[in-house]
Every structure is written in C-alpha cells, then in structure tokens.
C-alpha cells in the first residue's frame, strides 16, 4: 500500500513539498497525472451540475407561470452569475455547453429533477435552448 492509498491529502502535501524542492526524481508522477485529470473531470460534473439546476429552474419559470416570484428570478441570476464567474475562471470549460453529448446528459438531469420536483412530464428530449441563451440575464422563457 502506498502513501497515495492511505491518506491521499498527506500525500498531497508531501508531493507539493517535493515539487516545490524541485526533488522530481521522487514524484509520484501517475498519481499525480491521475489527479490533475482528476480536477478537469470535477470542473466539468460541477458546471453540468450548475447547468442543470439552472435548467431545471428555467423550465419551472416556463412551465409554472403562476408561481413566478422575484425570489425565483433572483435564484435563477445567482445560478447564473455562479456560472459565469466560474467560465470566467475556466474558460476550457465552455466547451462543454456546446458539446452534443454533454448538453444532453444536463438536459435530461434537469429534465429528471423538475419532473421529480414537479411531477410533470411535459418536458422535450432534446434541448431547444442553446447554452449561450440559457446563461443569457436577457433569456427568460415564456
């Protein structure tokens, strides 16, 4: 068992001191190379996680008109200011907005956590609203 297996944060730690002393010869350089690809993959589950919120609270907006509020709007602008600040910080991640399978794994999430929250199931397969649109202060759907 190594130490990566035991405690992966004192691992971390010591890995940082070997890089920062510039002892490269004593990197765990596969764990390593897991975590960094480790923190892309979390990046992009964290924005899809955000995308489908927002989503699921767009389609609210649509498909429960009479339940419209300011508090819902204002929920709906924080998810979205949320999400601008962090493709602000990692701008690679827009990519994924445009990314066919991607859009739809978060559209069918929010689909499933409206239609749970809601008990509709009024909602298409396919998206129909583009990622630039969804995390437009100008879009609200009627």
């Not at 907005?97 to 809601?118: G, H, K, M, Q």
């Amino acid at each position: 068992m190594t130490a990566y297996d035991e405690d992966v944060v004192a691992w971390a730690q010591e890995q940082a001191v070997l890089l920062r002393a510039g002892r490269l010869s004593e990197i765990d350089m596969a764990n390593i190379a897991e975590e960094i690809e480790d923190v892309g993959k979390s990046e992009k589950r964290d924005l899809a996680r955000r995308m489908a919120a927002l989503l699921a609270n767009l389609f609210k907006w649509k498909y429960q008109p009479a339940h419209r509020c300011s508090s819902w709007q204002r929920v709906i602008t924080e998810q979205r200011k949320a999400l601008a600040i962090k493709l602000k910080g990692s701008p690679s991640l827009k990519v994924t907005l445009t990314d066919p399978d991607s859009i739809a794994v978060i559209w069918a999430d929010a689909i499933a956590i409206t239609a749970n929250e809601l008990g509709l199931d009024c909602f298409p397969d396919e998206s129909f609203w583009s990622g630039d649109a969804i995390l437009s202060t100008e879009f609200w759907p009627s």
